[in-house]
């Protein structure tokens, strides 16, 4: 079966290759967005492939899609068997069908307020169904642009956070963009985008150069500062030391006549990853980057005014953590195998969100603060390992350290005592560096079971 593309023009008693197994009417809304030197299409992923079908491994992947509301076209006693039937049977339904309210609803949906629409010519694909690739269908495509809508929603264009999941297509490089691979599922070469295919309906109207820039003229302009934002707060930097020594150790030891060596290895990697990601749900925060055995992670002052408080509630919360590991050291037996824990607490001014504007596809950190708290972090992880600082010099092997920025010590009157956090060991002062950059720190040790503070 072959990709076929029908219009008004399309001869009337020309014979389908295929008898679809049932029609569609997609009206898509087509919303082109502003972005430095180039206009960009918004696309959304609506569905991954559905379960037991025959999908090769590159259509597990989903489709990128505009965003669109979708109605069945009823059969009634056999499918249309030629062009002319089958854009009569559409278009037909079509006419009872309030598409524009649907439409606006959707835009609403979208957090959009005062929205114009802007109807484009339709067209009708006949194709493999890209969600049930062994039967075929026709979709009938009713194509409105936004063209109009009040500045106070444009936020919700921007998607700063991918709360949305919003992608953008570069229209201007729409070829350097996408990439043409072949699909023998569906019978016809299909372009890619950020590592999934668009749906056949864009790249039909893509394909066009006239056509790409017809509605790029009609593109909504939304302010580069709505793409992320501009914050001050909290900038804490955890890492995990020995984590992969101790995945090693469990493969080589942890398992046992019901847990083979890989399942041992994977439940040891997945309970600590889900820790880490619990300890920021519970904190309330979701400005984070994740990496393996470890986070960048921020907790803006608008959210969190209280500093004092935020930083008593995030050290007994990383306790908490850190009392797991000690329970996952208990059953490694050497101690140089064991897990040690590094958390930096920082403050300063950053930005997140989409930081490369409309070609950011995650939500992600920016600003010196936020090199700097990194730098933090890796400073600390060298001179514990390298110990060329007095307060190094007696530390285990493996140990959980806790470093506060002088900018934020500063902050919340730190005291550099053990009453500052009750189960800590205050170690002392240093400074620290890596790559360019050299910063103060106090630094405290969460003395391991049996361990003398």
């Not at 309030?98 to 835009?107: F, G, P, S, T, V």
């Not at 935020?310 to 101690?335: C, F, H, K, M």
Request: proline letters at 6%.
């Amino acid at each position: 079966m072959t990709y076929q593309v029908l219009t008004g023009e399309s001869p009337e008693r020309m014979v389908l290759p295929a008898n679809p197994s049932s029609v569609w009417i997609i009206s898509t809304l087509e919303i082109v967005v502003s972005w430095q030197d180039d206009h960009h299409l918004m696309l959304i992923h609506p569905s991954y492939p559905l379960a037991g079908q025959r999908n090769s491994p590159p259509h597990d992947e989903g489709y990128w899609a505009p965003p669109f509301v979708a109605y069945p076209v009823p059969l009634e006693f056999s499918p249309p068997a030629t062009a002319g039937s089958l854009l009569r049977l559409a278009t037909e339904a079509a006419q009872h069908i309030d598409i524009e309210r649907d439409l606006n609803h959707l835009a609403y949906q979208m957090g959009l307020r005062d929205t114009r629409l802007k109807r484009r010519s339709p067209f009708l694909e006949l194709k493999v169904s890209p969600r049930s690739p062994s039967l075929v269908k026709a979709y009938y495509i009713l194509r409105h642009g936004l063209v109009g809508v009040d500045t106070s929603s444009s936020r919700n264009l921007a998607d700063p956070e991918q709360r949305r999941g919003y992608v953008f297509l570069p229209l201007r490089g729409y070829s350097a963009a996408t990439r043409e691979r072949a699909s023998e599922e569906h019978g016809r070469s299909q372009r890619w985008f950020l590592g999934k295919p668009l749906m056949s309906n864009v790249e039909h109207v893509l394909s066009d150069e006239m056509r790409r820039l017809r509605i790029s003229e009609e593109c909504i302009d939304v302010p580069p500062d709505l793409f992320f934002r501009e914050e001050r707060g909290v900038l804490c930097v955890v890492d995990l030391a020995g984590y992969g020594t101790a995945l090693r150790y469990a493969f080589e030891h942890m398992h046992t006549f019901s847990m083979t060596a890989n399942n041992a290895q994977e439940e040891f990697r997945r309970r600590v990853a889900h820790e880490l990601h619990t300890m920021l749900g519970d904190l309330g925060t979701t400005q984070a980057q994740f990496a393996g055995d470890g986070f960048v992670a921020a907790f803006p002052e608008r959210a969190f005014p209280d500093t004092a408080e935020l930083i008593t509630s995030v050290i007994a919360r990383w306790e908490a953590l850190v009392d797991l590991i000690e329970q996952l050291n208990g059953s490694i037996r050497e101690p140089d195998k064991r897990v040690g824990t590094r958390m930096v607490l920082h403050q300063g001014e950053y930005a997140y969100g989409r930081i490369a504007g409309t070609r950011s596809f995650a939500a992600a950190f920016d600003g010196a603060a936020v090199i700097e708290a990194v730098r933090l972090e890796q400073g600390l992880a060298a001179a514990s390992k390298e110990r060329n600082a007095t307060v190094f010099t007696s530390l285990p092997e493996r140990s959980h350290l806790l470093a506060v920025s002088r900018r934020l010590g500063d902050r919340i009157e730190l005291s550099g005592s053990e009453n500052t956090f009750p189960r800590w060991m205050t170690l002392g002062e240093a400074s620290v560096s890596a790559k360019e950059y050299a910063g103060d720190i106090v630094i405290y040790q969460l003395p391991a079971a049996g361990e003398k503070r």
